[in-house]
């Protein structure tokens, strides 16, 4: 039996289990009744962000690493709402797709769908089925400035299928604290291609954590805010277990611990602290362990916004001896209002001795829309370009 012809029977057993997963959701929801708003339906909400990104690696004592990128991002992230009860999710990118060596401008933008699924909200239970991004952490969303996130999306987990659901609990005076769960594998279906520039169809055979084919992967998170104790306090808790891929060593297990605190000093002036650790035994599939430490300061006075922002990631090898990678990122920019915002920022990067001097700029636009009689929510999107890692590689 070929290669192509196993990739496409286990493709449809993962869709033949998550149609089952959605319709036996779909039958449980229905007959438990839908819940009443005021929503004209069907809606459609949504935004589109637009970004235009140069970054330039001015020194390094790697001579290859030093070069110009420069490049736009584009994020569609839409909600069509079909009933009360259930909503379909959209998300679509546009960006560089490959890791650029040299000078480039404008080069390797592909498009792929990062998000498509089925979600169903009943009372405070949200339930989802289908390509999602599974909750673990939050400083790869909540880490300001432009380079902020360069390290800690290392352990983000993205374009997944599976199945998830969400349990908010509020405690009145003692904040709403939320429950999620989530249950997945690597997505190896044509939605991990892209179009214009291909970055190629996920294979079983590439490996990796989570690349089982099977819903054998989970994550599971506590979140909280709103307290009345802790004013402006919020905190994640998180839980990881991806079963090894083919090639991999061992399943990778992690932790994490986040906090994030806002603050007024006055009418104009807002500040933002956040900090946060992860831990991974087997991490990457490998024998080694990995620890993330990352903080994070962020001031906005009118239309003036501040940010300074690092990590250290320190990876003990399962043979003995250990290596350090460190990354710390300086950022400013005015907000014109409108959604229309200008940023630039210096990063320092050294992994392992090698080490990069960043200096960037970010242009971004965001565009709100929505059909007539949509509700007037905030889309909960990834993140904003503005958080966006650079399309350079500072370190590894």
């Known amino acids: ?49 637009l970004e235009l990104a140069n970054d330039n ?123 999620r769960a989530n249950s997945f594998l690597v997505d190896t279906t044509f939605l991990s291609e892209s179009m214009f520039r291909n970055r190629g169809r996920v294979s079983r055979s590439d490996g990796g954590p989570a690349n089982t084919g099977k819903l054998n992967n989970f994550t599971a998170t506590l979140d909280g805010e709103n307290m009345a104790v802790l004013p402006g306090l919020s905190y994640s808790l998180g839980f990881a277990y991806l079963s ?57 006075r009118g239309p003036w916004h501040g940010e300074i922002a690092g990590t250290i990631r320190d990876t003990g090898f399962d043979g003995g001896g250990s290596a350090t990678a460190q990354f710390i990122q300086f950022s400013s920019g005015y907000d014109f209002g409108n959604d229309l915002d200008i940023s630039a920022g210096y990063a320092y990067g050294d992994d392992d001795g090698t080490d990069s001097h960043v200096f960037g700029i970010r242009l971004t636009k965001i565009f709100g829309f929505s059909s007539p009689g949509a509700p007037e929510e905030e889309l909960d999107l990834p993140e904003t370009p503005r958080n966006r890692p650079t399309d350079i590689v500072i370190v590894q």
């Open 1 to 49: 039996m070929s290669n192509r012809t196993v990739q496409s029977n286990e493709n449809q057993k993962t869709l033949k289990l998550l149609s089952s997963s959605a319709v036996a959701l779909i039958l449980a929801l229905s007959a438990s009744g839908a819940v009443a708003n005021d929503a004209s339906y069907p809606f459609i909400i949504g935004e589109l962000e």
């Open 244 to 300: 090894a891929g083919e090639g991999d060593l061992a399943n990778e297990t992690g932790y994490s611990l986040g906090l994030l605190q806002e603050f007024d000093l006055d009418n104009t002036t807002k500040v933002g602290i956040n900090g946060e650790v992860a831990h991974f035994n087997n991490a990457g599939g490998s024998f080694d362990d990995a620890t993330y430490y990352t903080a994070g300061l962020s001031l906005a």
């Open 57 to 179: 690696v001015f020194r390094s004592n790697d001579a290859a690493s030093a070069f110009n990128s420069l490049n736009p991002t584009v994020a569609l992230a839409a909600e069509i709402g079909l009933t009360p009860v259930f909503s379909t999710h959209l998300g679509l990118t546009l960006e560089q797709v490959f890791d650029p060596t040299d000078d480039n401008y404008f080069q390797d933008l592909g498009l792929y769908v990062d998000t498509l699924h089925l979600q169903a909200n009943l009372g405070d239970v949200e339930i989802i089925a289908g390509k999602f991004a599974p909750s673990f952490g939050q400083a790869w969303d909540v880490t300001p400035g432009l380079f902020g996130t360069e390290l800690v999306e290392d352990y983000e987990i993205t374009e997944m299928f599976g199945v998830g659901f969400a349990l908010p609990l509020d405690a009145g005076e003692k904040g709403i604290h939320t429950v």
